[in-house]
């Protein structure tokens, strides 16, 4: 089993800024990406940004410029550091990991229970 655990979340004035943490434990023998999503009331869960194991990152482009995501590898630990947060981006933020586990012989995506971020006007 793979579990996720957000923390960072909170209420925040516009232009302020929030740093979002995750920590993946459990049986895990491998992960390779590792991303953020976010759902506002009333919609659709959506994606923020995303950081695979070689390097690479993407964002959506609503937060391009503003959202920065990191990992530590050796801590199994995804960031999301947000900066001149705006009121619409107001959501429960999601981390997901792909992991493969001693069970498992392809990578399968995870959640986590996701953690409030309420932004100010």
């Excluded at 434990?25 to 923020?48: F, L, T």
């Excluded at 069970?103 to 971020?117: E, P």
């Amino acid at each position: 089993q793979v579990q996720l655990v957000e923390s960072g979340g909170g209420l925040v004035q516009a232009g302020g800024s929030l740093r979002l943490s995750c920590i993946a434990s459990g049986s895990i023998g491998a992960i390779n990406a590792m991303g953020w999503y976010r759902q506002a009331p009333g919609k659709q869960r959506e994606y923020v940004a995303q950081s695979w194991r070689g390097g690479s990152t993407n964002y959506a482009v609503s937060v391009k410029g503003r959202f920065t995501i990191s990992r530590d590898n050796a801590k199994r630990t995804v960031y999301l550091q947000m900066n001149s947060l705006k009121p619409e981006d107001t959501a429960v933020y999601y981390c997901n990991v792909d992991a493969l586990t001693p069970t498992t012989t392809s990578y399968r995506t995870y959640w986590g229970q996701g953690t409030q971020v309420t932004v100010s006007s």
